[in-house]
T-cell receptor, first 115, second 112 residues
Framework: GAVVSQHPSWVICKSGTSVKIECRSLDFQATTMFWYRQFPKQSLMLMATSNEGSKATYEQGVEKDKFLINHASLTLSTLTVTSAHPEDSSFYIC???????????FGSGTRLTVV | SQQGEEDPQALSIQEGENATMNCSYKTSINNLQWYRQNSGRGLVHLILIRSNEREKHSGRLRVTLDTSKKSSSLLITASRAADTASYFCATIIIKGAQKLVFGQGTRLTINP
């Protein structure tokens, strides 16, 4: 079945630094990937839609200059949290849908802690 | 943006009992999906029910859909301790890239 690999699984960084999270579709091509953020005991909130070869589409209220998304190939999307602050600490999850399938495949998530 | 509400927000039952979770949504849909999330992990797709279906089964899972009430339910029969997880319903926003939007989720605890 479709597999999405997300890396790193956890990261701790200092305030003001930037962190990059990678999302790879291992056995299929994904022209579109999605990035979600999840706070403890809450649901997943869609942040942005990552489109291969074009600009990402951000949800209302999500700062595009803070959460940089790059989808340079059909199998890789990256999310960079720039100038991270403690309030950016969260669980970030990517997902992708293989063409012709209805279900979405999710990465295992990245736990970001900003200190 | 959230698509709708799920209830209960938390459910704790004994192993062997059945667990029922409900989900309501706001917009018209082509299908509704249920996902499971173990603590601190990614999501696993459980089952999809199309808008023209009323009920669907998969192993110990039974999903119903009532499009007139914009609601769905997930029933897990003969629950096991390993079923402890959070369960989310999700629908697809069709505009543009077909974004998957989640409900609030139900935290299910199965007590041995």
């Amino acid at each position: 079945g479709a597999v999405v690999s997300q890396h790193p699984s956890w990261v701790i960084c200092k305030s003001g630094t930037s962190v990059k999270i990678e999302c790879r579709s291992l056995d299929f091509q994904a022209t579109t990937m999605f990035w979600y953020r999840q706070f403890p005991k809450q649901s997943l909130m869609l942040m942005a839609t990552s489109n291969e070869g074009s600009k990402a589409t951000y949800e209302q209220g999500v700062e595009k200059d803070k959460f940089l998304i790059n989808h340079a190939s059909l199998t890789l999307s990256t999310l960079t949290v720039t100038s991270a602050h403690p309030e950016d600490s969260s669980f970030y999850i990517c997902s992708a849908r293989e063409g012709g399938r209805h279900g979405y495949t999710f990465g295992s998530g990245t736990r970001l802690t900003v200190v | 943006s959230q698509q709708g509400e799920e209830d209960p927000q938390a459910l704790s039952i004994q192993e062997g009992e059945n667990a029922t979770m409900n989900c309501s949504y706001k917009t018209s849909i082509n299908n509704l999906q249920w996902y499971r999330q173990n603590s601190g992990r990614g999501l696993v797709h459980l089952i999809l029910i199309r808008s023209n279906e009323r009920e669907k089964h998969s192993g110990r899972l039974r999903v119903t859909l009532d499009t007139s009430k914009k609601s769905s339910s997930l029933l897990i029969t003969a629950s096991r301790a390993a079923d402890t997880a959070s369960y989310f319903c999700a629908t697809i926003i069709i505009k543009g890239a077909q974004k998957l939007v989640f409900g609030q989720g139900t935290r299910l605890t199965i007590n041995p």
